[in-house]
């Protein structure tokens, strides 16, 4: 008994070893990589610096801003509300809330950057509001939920002009 155990924990092992290896970095959308690969961490917001295994092209997003744990119980009707931005506030001041952009048509996408630094002091006065984000998508080591986009300029949106999308 203690063999076929103890083969299988071996069997296990290697086949769990080598779904880890198979996996890839998922294909760009509709772009390539950036020429700068140089930093490979990102800063993640109270998470801190975290690990990325690469970043795509420059781009600018176009979208509003959002705390993602309130759009995803109150919803995409309600981002630029009172209700919701109250939400995002409390949410962010707690330390349990997490920047995003909502984009016209291209995702949801959770912010990185300097901007998150000091619990998103830099984003809190944007919840709610139209932007054009200009920056790079990255993708994140052992994220699996949102895209995650490191933004490094932001301007509030222009009525009915819309910026770049990936």
């Known amino acids: 008994m203690a063999t076929r155990t103890a083969a ?55 979208g ?7 759009f995803r119980t109150m919803g995409a009707g309600t981002v630029a509300g009172a209700e919701q931005i ?3 506030k409390a949410a962010i001041t707690k330390g349990s809330g997490n920047a995003g952009i909502l984009t016209d048509g291209v995702g949801t996408f959770q912010l990185a950057g300097s901007f998150t630094a000091n619990n998103y002091a830099k984003l ?6 139209e932007v054009d984000m200009a920056g790079s998508e990255v993708y ?15 301007t509030p949106a222009k009525n009915g002009v819309k910026g770049n999308s990936p």
Do not use: W
């Open 86 to 88: 109250a939400c995002a």
């Open 64 to 70: 509003t801003i959002i705390e993602l744990s309130c």
């Open 124 to 129: 809190l006065s944007y919840l709610g509001k």
């Open 8 to 62: 299988a924990v071996v069997v296990g092992y290697l086949l769990s070893m080598s779904v880890v290896m198979a996996q890839t970095t998922p294909p760009a959308r509709g772009g390539s990589a950036a020429p700068d690969q140089a930093s490979m961490m990102v800063l993640m917001g109270p998470r801190g610096p975290v690990p990325i295994t690469q970043r795509l092209a420059p781009t600018t997003l176009h």
């Open 140 to 154: 994140v080591s052992n994220n699996f939920s949102y895209h995650v986009f490191e933004a490094t300029k932001i």
